[in-house]
């Protein structure tokens, strides 16, 4: 006996539904009329700058999020300023250049309550080369050149916190002592969470040195440190921990699981300089307990 085919459900709402995905277009871009568009006079030698790192960083975003030339984002910015009515000079293309290259991006993030717990890892980038199916069909036809993007999250709300990128060639542990120095002094760092590639004496020193708790699963042929400094002791701590409850009842323990997180967020994701857009959640469609006959 065959089956029934299934009838279709009929949606009751397209109104609201129409009308989240009409939001999820709309464009607001909120100009702070206290912030510092102009530099500040730092009392270096040599000619002082004009534009503040906020005003560059502000024209590189709507560049990147609209995929604008150079002199096309100082007109759009100078529109922008003039619709905000600010009277604000605006870079021109060859400052946005020269600027652009040593700029420290500013990387905006939430703050919790407690310590900063982080989450580290790694992914490539491919800049340089034929695109993946191309690659696939009709084979690497030139060269294809990657770069490695270190990441280190926030386990509480996934913002990201610190990035560095370096060559392919680059390994992840030499790099995780330049992320710790990312985040404030002030600020204290609970636990850093990490594979077992960042289990080197840099890495767990470098924890260490900002009082944090090291979750980094020894490698399956580790041996124990000699315990002449507090590094080493706290990672034989994770080795005697292993052993004797099993790395299972440890990963539990130190839910060190969390880490699917950034692993989810470096498969799925690539960094990139987006302006801050607001989030408008989409109506799903609601569907009536009556279904429409065939």
Known sequence: ?????PTPDRTTNWSSYTASLRKR???????????TWLAPQDGNPGRPAV???????????IKVLFKLPLRQTTGMVASLLKLSGLDWAVPDYTTLCRRQKTLAVQIPYRRVDGPLNLLVDSTGIKFLGDGEWQARKQGVQGRRQWR?????????????RAVEFTSSSNGDSPILPDLLDQIPEGEDIGSVTADGAYDTRRCHTAIIDRHATPIIPIRKNGRPWKEDCPAAIARNEI???????????????TVYHVRSRIEARCGASRPSANASMPETPTARPQKSKYASPL
């Open 1 to 5: 006996m065959s089956k029934p085919s």
């Open 25 to 35: 277009g709309s464009l607001l871009i909120w100009l702070d009329k206290d912030m």
């Open 51 to 61: 534009f503040s790192d906020a005003a560059i960083q502000f024209c590189l975003t």
């Open 148 to 160: 490695k993007v270190h990441l280190a999250t926030d386990t509480a709300t996934s913002d990201i």
């Open 239 to 253: 080795l005697r921990a292993t052993r004797h409850y099993g790395r299972a009842f440890w990963k539990r323990w």
